[in-house]
């Protein structure tokens, strides 16, 4: 069986890269799957966030050279993602906290060259930044998307990349947890709204809410386990999720 790593949202930490692929390499990973929100962080500078994403390109190239990598899109990413200077650009870059215009124009540069996706399910277990709820799913993805395979769902979310101006939808589909007044998205949706109204007939693996070590709720992963206070200190224990022939368990980042 395929060894899938899951790894939580990076927010521009370049110390987090070779500790990640130590562990890896010492599990015999085959696949690794980012759960969004590679960009920004609190105190990260334009320079900063253009620095450390040519290192995180550079790391992407070298691990997929090992095992296969999967980047998933969040909410911090998405801005950078949409090209300069388009309306859909225009109306999300202000929906992103910690967004660096200054580094759009490097960083949507180096994202061309690596294959960012929505979603991803290896028919058994659907990926996503945040999570899918039911009325998200419904409301967007169509009344009988729960008769879909699960496949199938992650294809649907990721057509939006082929007309990038559909992130839109995604982007500003924020619930009241996160400040919005829609139905929460699978860029967007808390732990708390997952709690209320994620879809279970599917095993979800999400990154986006910050929790003290890898949890397992409402059949679903919770893996931001290495967002920080504004002040720096450490929210979670860095601990990492793999999914093997043994089923889910959580590794430590050291060890």
Not at 8 to 21: E, F, T
Not at 83 to 105: D, E, I
Not at 227 to 246: A, K
Request: proline residues 7%; contains cysteine; hydrophobic residues 40%.
């Amino acid at each position: 069986m395929t060894r899938t790593l899951f790894v939580g949202d990076l927010h521009a930490k370049a110390d987090l890269l070779p500790l990640i692929s130590r562990v890896a390499q010492r599990e015999n990973t085959d696949r690794m799957v980012l759960l969004g929100d590679v960009c920004d962080d609190w105190n990260v500078s334009n320079n900063g966030l253009i620095r450390f994403f040519g290192t995180f390109a550079t790391w992407y190239r070298l691990e997929s050279g090992d095992r296969e990598v999967i980047p998933l899109l969040g909410n911090h990413d998405v801005p950078y993602f949409l090209k300069q200077g388009s309306s859909s650009y225009a109306r999300v870059r202000a929906l992103a906290p910690g967004f660096k215009p200054g580094a759009h124009r490097k960083v949507h540069e180096l994202m061309q060259n690596i294959p960012f996706q929505l979603a991803w399910s290896d028919g058994n277990i659907l990926a996503t930044h945040a999570g899918l709820t039911r009325a998200w799913g419904r409301r967007r993805l169509g009344a009988d998307y729960m008769d879909m395979p699960v496949e199938e769902v992650a294809d649907r979310l990721n057509r939006m990349l082929l007309h990038p101006a559909s992130l839109v939808v995604p982007m500003t589909d924020i619930g009241p947890a996160r400040g919005g007044a829609g139905t929460p998205s699978p860029l967007w949706c808390d732990r708390g709204e997952f709690a209320e109204d994620g879809d279970m007939h599917l095993t979800q693996v999400v990154g986006h809410t910050p929790v003290p070590t890898v949890l397992h709720e409402h059949d679903a992963w919770f893996c931001d386990t290495f967002s920080t206070m504004s002040n720096g200190t450490p929210i979670g224990d860095g601990s990492l999720l793999m999914y093997s022939e043994s089923g889910f368990y959580p590794l430590p980042l050291l060890g």
